[in-house]
T-cell receptor, first 115, second 114 residues
Framework: GAGVSQTPSNKVTEKGKYVELRCDPISGHTALYWYRQSLGQGPEFLIYFQGTGAADDSGLPNDRFFAVRPEGSVSTLKIQRTERGDSAVYLC?????????????FGPGTRLTVL | AQSVTQLDSQVPVFEEAPVELRCNYSSSVSVYLFWYVQYPNQGLQLLLKYLSGSTLVESINGFEAEFNKSQTSFHLRKPSVHISDTAEYFCAVSEVQGAQKLVFGQGTRLTINP
């Protein structure tokens, strides 16, 4: 079946602009995670959704970052007033959350470049 | 909170040589342990995981990792590497309870030389 998809694959924007990054999880997966991977670093957790609600947003760096998942499937990560430091690969992962352990399946990521 | 330290940012080895990628973690609660692999121009893939039980876990392509609770380590090993193992390897942990969000190390770039 289809894996996690993310669009766009690449996004170039100018400092101060608003961007939206989209994640389509695996069908039926109730849990969805966003991570950010800066150059030369491992991915860092941003936010976790269980269904439609953000169950843990402790990783969002500041109030310029916001994410939604209105119907419990597709999620959008929104970044306002982008800064050069926001440049990174943004990864989305989904998992079924049906037992004590639930593997996270990652999408290919969106590479965001802020000029 | 958890943290993960990968002691080597880059590891060059010759083909068919053994390799060990080191990983240490810190956590005040029980955790699951993982190794993820990122091949060039591809997404993150789960390589192997430790959830409970036997401390030695294996992948389908010959890698193994051993959970050492006293040393808080989860080193990844392979007795004989191939060119196709060239990739970035990430060690990660997650809490057993709750969101199970992953905490990653900084990654180790494994380069295989012919």
């Amino acid at each position: 079946g289809a894996g996690v998809s993310q669009t766009p694959s690449n996004k170039v924007t100018e400092k101060g602009k608003y961007v939206e990054l989209r994640c389509d999880p695996i069908s039926g997966h109730t849990a969805l995670y966003w991570y950010r991977q800066s150059l030369g670093q491992g991915p860092e957790f941003l936010i976790y959704f269980q269904g439609t609600g953000a169950a843990d947003d402790s990783g969002l760096p500041n109030d310029r970052f916001f994410a939604v998942r209105p119907e419990g499937s597709v999620s959008t990560l929104k970044i306002q007033r982008t800064e050069r430091g926001d440049s990174a690969v943004y990864l989305c992962a989904s998992s079924p959350r049906v037992g004590s352990y639930n593997e996270q399946f990652f999408g290919p990521g969106t590479r965001l470049t802020v000029l | 909170a958890q943290s993960v330290t990968q002691l080597d940012s880059q590891v060059p080895v010759f083909e068919e040589a053994p390799v060990e990628l080191r990983c240490n973690y810190s956590s005040s609660v029980s955790v699951y342990l993982f190794w993820y692999v990122q091949y060039p121009n591809q997404g993150l893939q789960l390589l192997l995981k430790y959830l409970s039980g036997s401390t030695l876990v294996e992948s389908i392509n010959g890698f193994e990792a051993e959970f050492n609770k006293s040393q808080t380590s989860f080193h990844l090993r392979k007795p004989s590497v191939h060119i196709s193992d060239t990739a970035e390897y990430f060690c990660a942990v997650s809490e057993v309870q709750g969101a199970q969000k992953l905490v990653f190390g900084q990654g180790t770039r494994l380069t295989i030389n012919p």
